[in-house]
């Protein structure tokens, strides 16, 4: 087969917040025609920043279309030699407050913008590809994560690319959904079009894709033909685990072990709280949950599905519209965040912006809770200076000194701080803390985790009552007591942790009802 | 951006630029800032060097002078500062000034019946409050409305009604009948601050065996300068050469003590954390407020804990400008407030720092003053210097997170 695409040493390096990031680092790559090419790796790999320089050419390094070299400046360029992409972040890829024909203006022509035109086709489109119905005149924001989603990789299909690059195509759709795109894409590949697949899900680069690459911290780790693959793997599972551990490149988590706890006291309890997000969408709807202490409550559920909304109206950092927010009885709705933080509660943000001031030191991040526990106007330094020695110690932050900023800091270790800052939240009155966590292990390395979920377990042993919103499954099912599935604002089910299963977690996230699951 | 065979990028530090090293590259930023205004007045057809030489020894002989001024912008500048390290830009603190300046003479006229010693304490009590009233606005308009910037202008718009105010009051109800030009009455002698002004202090170098007339200064005639100064309120007497503290008002003691204050509650670090509560919500909030609201701080209780004493401090510099100094209000703004923006930044928004870069702007205003006076510059050459300064210094700033490099393509 002929190959249309070849990238040649590419570099790219990012510049900020304080460490230099290689995210790309010689990468060489080949794309052939008429085929899938699922590219894989961890978060950070460097997989959105290749395809990212198909766009917007790379530091060096050489891209050749169909043999010949070309110099890919802008996405316009790109367009116009016949790319077509499908981003993961949707809230810089499409305009909010635009309407779905207003966002995909790519196809238009000429000087003048007929709308009318452009709606003509995307209904064309829709329909020739059965994507599912979608209103060319609905607002954006308006549209749920799939339908997002959908709009996304309609605009990568309507200008009939060559080379189809999805990048995360899947992770909001439901399973039906997932099933008609691949459809698609055979089809497409059948048409003689290639196709760049960026995945976390192993099976679909396994079960879809012709050939694999797998990307490790910049670098290309290995190429696999997967039809050859395939033959030697015994099973699809085998096939998954040697990927794995091809991306990971050493040994993944071990088992935590959880050791059996009574819970007895109810720390805080949530009734029936409805909030909306920014565009005034109502994306909590009725959410009611129950924590105890010695337990650890997983929130699961894709991420956008009113999970961050809802802790935010816990903490009274959000508005909510109704309901009520329980703590050890005594009713905190609308209380200040302060005052709701003073009986003892603790918030690691998914958002590591909302947790670190990356400009001042490690000690003054880890004093963020405690410099106000003197009763004057004055902070008892050489207390607090004593404390965050402790802190840095205990949760094995590495750092030069305790003074330097959080910026020069690795990511691992600034998850540390935000981790023994908030873990080491006294609560009055030796009652347990209230622990509210946000997928608390997004982006970090293989240590690190292990390290927070190790914690999060200690802590759960020491009496707190733990909420983990996490939308990694297999952290939900290894550290949750009762697992909460949330979907579209609601929770869907609440599950105790011995029934639950990857399966029907999976099908409860997906939106199938309790019953039906469990029929 | 691509220049013939280059292509030129901003790229961000690894680790901004911080301590000794940023001093010595607002120092550079300095000399820079004052040789391109060394090409604007050559382009005027005044010899720079001449003039930098000049300016000194006016300051020396001035030193008096010198100080007078620096207290005002010593004032306003801490006053700055803090506010400035919150990141919320108070640039009106011209208005906070001047109604300062309003508030002191107000007091001593309708309070005249008060004994001095209650009046003039009285004087600065006003002076704080009505100042921390005027800066209120910013307060509201940046907590609660939501959008950033809205300090810049809420603050910068507060100048205009307290300049239209004073026009107001000095062309109407509080202009000096007996003088043609619209001034207010002075202040009667009584009820002005004390002075340093008794206290005769002997220089040692200058009047030893310096006879006036034979220095040559390059530009300036000392003998003119000396009698178009005397035309004000400075009475130097050219045989006896001595520095004649009147001009340094007792406000000089409050204003170093406030600049202590602040340095040790405020930006001072004990084991690398800040001495206070408010110093350490202000650091968190300046660096990243969306942090600090999560853990809890109030962003508009520190808005406007900074607002109340930068607007109050700006309005104790007027108070002692015109109770200590001046006597009388004028229908123009002197422009402090502007200037002692581009001090705060030449100090690095530390209290040590600004006391080092308030007397440096004190000797160029003075320095540059008696230049006009004897050169017969256009007023606004003055301007000149906190601007050009002010510009690069902030470019200073820019150095510090970032850097520019190119490379060949």
Known sequence: MDIVLEMQGVCKTFYGDGVIVKANDQVNFNLKKGEIHALLGENGAGKSTLVGTLFRKPDSGIIRLNGKEVELNDPITALNYGLGIARQDLTKSLIERHTIAENILSISKGFFLSLTEIENEIIKVLNMYDLGELDPKVRIWKLSGGEKQRVEILKALISDPDILILDEPTSMLTPTEIDNLFKLLNKLKARGKSIILISHHLEEAVNYSDRITILRQGKVVDTIDTHKAKENWKSEEEGIRAIANLMVGRESLYDLYREPLKPVNVAIEIKGINAKNEMGDEVVRGVGLKLMDNQIVGLAGISGNGQAELVEAMLNLRKADSGEVWIRGMNITNKSIRAIKNLGVAYVPEVRRKALILDLSVRENLLLNSYQYSPTPMIENDNNALITEELIDRFNIKTPSPLVPVRTLSGGNRQKVVVAREFSVIPPDGAGLILIVENPTFGLDVGTTQFVREELLKMRAAGAAILLVSSDLTEILTLSDVISVMYKGRIMGTVDSEDATRENIGLLMGGVELEEVFS | ?409
């Not at chain 2, 003088?179 to 340093?196: C, D, H, K, M, Q």
């Not at chain 2, 004649?244 to 001072?268: E, G, K």
């Not at chain 2, 003075?366 to 002010?390: E, Q, R």
């Open chain 2, 1 to 409: 951006m691509r220049i013939f065979h280059y292509e030129v990028f901003m790229q961000k530090r690894v680790s901004t630029i911080t301590g000794l090293k940023a001093i010595r590259v607002r120092i550079f930023a300095l000399f820079c800032g004052l040789t391109v205004i060394g090409i604007f007045f050559g382009f005027l057809g005044i010899d720079p060097i001449a003039l930098y030489v000049d300016i000194f020894w006016v300051n020396i002989l001035l030193f008096p002078n010198t100080l007078g001024r620096f207290i005002t912008l010593l004032l306003i500048s801490i006053g700055l500062a803090i506010p400035f390290k919150a990141r919320i830009d108070n640039i009106g603190a011209e208005g906070q000034y001047v109604i300062g300046t309003l508030a002191a003479f107000g007091t001593s006229l309708y309070f005249s019946f008060l004994d001095p010693v209650l009046l003039i304490p009285l004087m600065f009590i006003n002076g704080f409050i009505i100042g921390a009233i005027w800066a209120l606005p910013v307060v509201f308009f940046r907590a609660k409305g939501g959008f950033q910037g809205a300090d810049v202008v809420a603050s910068f718009l507060m100048v205009f009604p307290a300049v239209f105010l004073m026009e107001y009051l000095v062309s109407g109800p509080w202009r000096d009948r007996e003088t043609g030009f619209a001034y207010s009455s002075l202040i009667p002698e009584i009820n002005r601050i004390p002075v340093l002004g008794d206290l005769k202090i002997y220089i040692p170098l200058l009047d030893f065996h310096l006879d006036f007339s034979s220095i040559s200064f390059p530009m300036v005639n000392i003998k003119e300068l000396f009698e178009g100064l005397s035309l004000g309120t400075i009475q130097i007497n050219i045989d006896t050469i001595r520095w004649d503290f009147s001009p340094v008002h007792i406000t000089i003691f409050l204003a170093i003590f406030l600049t202590l204050i602040a340095y040790y509650f405020i930006f001072r670090y004990v084991n690398g954390i800040p001495k206070t509560k408010i110093g350490y919500e202000i650091n968190v909030i300046g660096k990243n407020p969306l942090a600090g609201r999560t853990a809890g701080m109030s962003f508009f209780k520190v808005i406007l804990f900074c607002m109340i004493i930068s607007g109050g401090l700006a309005g104790l510099a007027g108070v002692g400008e015109i109770a200590g100094n001046q006597f009388r209000l004028g229908t123009t703004s002197p422009g402090y407030g502007f200037t002692a923006i581009a001090v705060t930044y030449l100090g690095g928004l530390n209290p040590i720092g600004i006391l080092v870069s308030a007397l440096f702007f004190s000797v160029l205003s003075v320095g540059g003053n008696a230049i006009k006076l004897t050169k017969g510059l256009p007023g606004t050459a003055l301007d000149v210097f906190s601007g050009v300064i002010l510009f690069f210094v902030l470019l200073a700033e820019f150095f510090f997170r970032y850097t520019i490099k190119w490379r060949r393509v």
